[in-house]
């Protein structure tokens, strides 16, 4: 299973973003509910602007956050640059191999799965796109597929955006991207930027973007303005099975909540034999 979280938008010193939204104390919650959501997972995916002005302190405060938490659960975390991220910082601050000014992409197999980050960030730029060279990387990466196949991680999902304004920093090498990617296993494409859960196809491939931890942004609000809302934070999970995918949505902060079914009846459940425990919580009563 994969972890995926995005957007995190971290300042130095925890800094709070625009003066009003905790980034810090966003994650830090991100964090406490990860390790319960998410404690089977195999490894966790952050799909980019990890800081928001690139600042190394700020990427040191995500690994504090989240390195423990990987630890606990046992999973590592496989970290893709954003629109925000700046090469050089993010590359030193977070030990990631290779030259301060080259793409961050990378390439972990786990538990029988590929996952490909690829940096879908322009160095001086907001849109995205790919570097000279990153296509044909892509396509290397792609060979000899794993039993379960690839999961591809970028910043910017390449679909249509609904935001008037974040159509001017979408992503625009799909026709690269689509050749690349043709006829190989990938299963699924995970992105972030547009903080805001949402799905579709490219090239006949689903994408899976995960709501931001930081903020969400506000679609019924009048346009073209663009809101920002500092709520409905939340983090994804992506379950690759050899015949299908399953992507589950999990609000990223605490909240009210109540027990829909108490913690004695689970138990009690969970302890029955298949067939009893199909008749007790499944069949409607007459």
Known sequence: MIAHLSDTH??????????????????????????VAAADADVIV??????????????????????????????PIVWTAGNHDERPAMRASLGLPGAPLD???????IAGLRIVALDSSLPGWHHGGLDEGQA???ADALADPPPLGTVLVMHHPPLAYRGQLMRLLEFRDE????????????RAILSGHLHINGSGTFAEIPVVLAGATSYADDLGGPP??????????????????????????????????????SLQLAEQVIALDPETRADRFSRKPD
């Open 10 to 35: 971290l300042l130095a010193g925890g800094a709070p973003l625009a003066g009003v939204v905790d980034t810090e104390g966003h994650l830090r919650a991100t964090a406490e509910r990860l390790a």
């Open 46 to 75: 952050v799909s980019g602007d990890v800081a928001d002005l690139g600042e190394p302190e700020a990427y040191a405060l995500a690994r504090e956050i989240l390195e423990p938490v990987a630890a606990a659960i046992g999973a």
């Open 136 to 138: 044909a990387w892509l």
């Open 175 to 186: 026709a690269l991207l689509a050749e690349a990617i043709g006829g190989a296993d990938v």
């Open 103 to 109: 793409p961050l992409d990378s390439v972990l197999e």
């Open 224 to 261: 073209p303005a663009m809101h920002g809302i500092d709520a409905t934070q939340s983090f994804n999970l992506i379950e690759v099975y050899a015949d299908s995918i399953a992507h589950s949505v999990v609000p990223a902060l605490p909240h009210p909540t109540r027990e829909t079914i």
